[in-house]
């Protein structure tokens, strides 16, 4: 029950194409690379193990038994409660973000199975408004905890967001309250919660569920942090550290359990589930 | 008063004349008294004294988003420790998170709330820049939110109600706030909340300055002071991503829906603490008062609730937050 969409997104990152092939340039080693053998790959880098955007789609295909995929809440939809205009609409930035991603809004929740395991598996859609959360964000996690506690179901939660979304004000805000609250109840439920932080995971989702996991992933190279490092930068005026609010930075400092390259993902969440003791049904 | 705001002049002038007068008054004998015995200066103070009041009710009436952001941080405005020197007796400072470090930007307690014996939080801004280095501004490092963390967790054990005071620009964004997990002690502190078994009532008292309030403000009922603000981004970072000018920062508060008869419409706040004619600064004793009543009749309402009927009351308050479409239905 997939949206229909353009094929897989890799033209944010689109350098050249000449031939028949279209060539990428990798955002880490500057190798070029065709875009076939980068989808192969799922957009990480042979050479240097740079982890490229993926597409939500891709990340389903990943990480779930084919097929087994059944979302949940497709059809909500934001509104635009402030009235809120910065030079565009909001409803304008929503209507054009829909026709951009082919996704309602900035995140995909749903059931599906992990090497026959059955998870509620969320992924944030970063190229929705940055995967920002406003209230459909906020409501669809709130209702993949709930429904994971009612049907026991372990959580696996992939965060690529900027924050909370600016358009929906105070009502952002009050999103971060709404799914930790959920998360709570999952965690008196004794149902595991994998929590993933992608690139990136910052702002109200870092300060909220994101690092609250049993077990906290971050992708190699994850953007992970409170701040945003121009405000950090503005408020300290000094420039900052090498490799700052990386995933392996704040593996050093201690907010990470693991780093794990996104191919390996499938095993090691599976894996963490039955050591979690959670049944597979 | 030391600071004045623009528009606030024309009251601070005539406020300024009154105690001129005040002055005269005190230094002139008897004699000053007409035929009947009365006082004419006196008279004439009392008459202007309303008049200042009349003045800043008007002025205050019309008042944009901008200008009550403005009033939220106010220089002379109460802080948390205004009121609470006035709201709470016996009490009895906690500092530290046990881990690293005492947070001196957010404050924290026991005490008595009219008699009876409660948990305090709240933000402490400083008076002044000595002051404000040792606050810093209200704007707590990760030690600040794991000492509120501890004081959820101990107010839980003991069973006592928490009262917090929200008045932050927001968590502090440094290298050692980033380094010593800001986004995990906000997070942590959101999930002690909704876990708590007791009364907890957040009072906005200044600036409500996104994750970094929130903070303090999972609660089962949320007030606001009527010149207070509550938004997910200052104003100014607003304007600075909207529209890469953070002088736009009025047309920012405008948008954001940041003021306390917004903040009811939307829902988030349960309730409007007025404020003395010209703001909290022009009289602590009046406002606390307010305050007073305020989380008087909260606590009546929620003292009658279990252990698990407040964690789900405060569930059901923020489950409901938020606007959405089901476009298949
Ligand atoms: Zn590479």
Not at chain 1, 62 to 77: I, K, N, R, Y
Not at chain 1, 234 to 262: C, N, S, Y
Request: charged share 25%.
């Amino acid at each position: 029950m997939l949206p229909a969409r353009k094929p897989a997104g890799l033209d944010a990152s689109l350098k050249q194409s000449f031939g028949k092939g279209v060539f990428r340039k990798c955002d880490g080693c500057g190798e070029t690379l065709t875009a076939e053998r980068l989808a192969a790959t799922f957009e990480v880098c042979e050479h240097c193990g740079r982890h490229h955007k993926l597409s939500t789609r891709r990340w389903l295909e990943l990480l779930l038994d084919e097929g087994s995929f059944h979302a949940w809440d497709a059809d909500l939809v934001p509104t635009d409660p402030l009235g809120f205009e910065d030079g565009k609409r909001y409803p304008d930035r929503i209507s054009a973000a829909q026709k951009k991603s082919g996704w309602k809004d900035a995140i995909c929740t749903g059931h599906g199975t992990m090497f026959d395991r059955p998870v509620a598996f969320g992924v944030f859609i970063f190229e929705f408004l940055g995967g920002s959360m406003g209230s459909v964000v906020g409501e669809k996690i709130t209702r993949m905890f709930e429904r994971a506690i009612a049907e026991r179901l372990p959580v696996i939660l992939l965060s690529a967001s900027g924050g909370a979304r600016m358009q929906e004000g105070i009502l952002s805000l009050m999103q971060m309250a709404k799914t930790v609250s959920a998360r709570e109840r999952l965690r008196d439920a004794r149902l595991p919660f994998i929590s993933v932080s992608l690139n990136p995971t910052t702002g109200g989702v870092a300060a909220s569920f994101a690092l609250l996991g049993d077990v906290n992933i971050a992708e190699p190279g994850a953007l992970i942090g409170f701040a945003g490092q121009r405000v950090i930068e503005a408020t300290i005026r000094q420039t900052l550290p090498e490799g700052f609010q990386r995933a392996e930075f704040l593996k050093d400092h201690g907010m990470i359990d693991r780093i794990v390259p996104r191919t390996e993902m499938k095993r090691e969440f599976e894996r963490i589930c039955a050591l979690l003791h959670c049944p597979t049904v | 008063m030391a600071f004045v705001l623009p528009f606030e002049k024309p009251i601070a002038d005539l406020i300024g004349r009154v105690r001129e007068l005040r002055a005269v008054a005190v230094l002139r004998g008897p004699e000053g008294l007409d035929d009947d015995g009365d006082d004419p200066i006196e008279a004439e103070l009392k008459a202007l004294e309303g008049r200042a009041k009349d003045l800043a009710k008007e002025i205050f009436a019309d008042l944009t988003p901008w200008q009550k952001v403005q009033l939220s941080r106010h220089p002379a405005r109460p802080y948390t420790l205004d009121y609470v020197s006035r709201l709470i007796t016996d009490f009895t400072e906690l500092a530290g998170d046990r881990r690293f470090a005492e947070d001196e930007s957010l404050i924290a307690g026991l005490g008595r709330f009219e008699g009876r014996p409660v948990a305090v939080l709240g933000h402490q801004k400083g008076r002044g820049a000595k002051d404000n280095v040792r606050r810093n501004f209200g704007m707590p490092h990760p030690e600040g939110y794991r000492k509120a963390l501890r004081i959820y967790e101990l107010a839980d054990r003991f069973r006592l109600p928490i009262l917090t005071f929200i008045d932050t620009p927001g968590a502090y964004p440094g290298i050692g706030a980033e380094e010593r997990g800001q986004s995990e002690a906000i997070g942590a502190c959101l999930a002690a909340m909704a876990r708590a078994g007791v009364p907890i009532i957040a009072t906005i008292i200044g600036e409500g300055g996104s994750g970094g309030a929130l903070a303090l403000g999972v609660a089962n009922e949320v007030f606001v002071l009527e010149y207070g603000t509550y938004s997910v981004i200052t104003p100014e970072g607003c304007a600075s991503i909207l529209w890469k000018d953070g002088s736009k920062a009025d047309r920012a508060a405008a948008q954001m829906r940041m003021t306390a008869d917004e903040l009811f419409g939307l829902g988030v706040v349960d309730g409007v603490v007025e404020e003395p004619a010209g703001g909290a600064h022009h009289d602590v004793d009046a406002t606390a008062d307010a305050i007073r009543a305020t989380l008087r009749g909260s606590l009546d309402r929620l003292s009658s609730l279990t252990p698990h009927a407040l964690a789900d009351h405060r569930y059901a308050r923020f489950r409901r937050l938020g606007t959405f479409v089901d476009s298949a239905v």
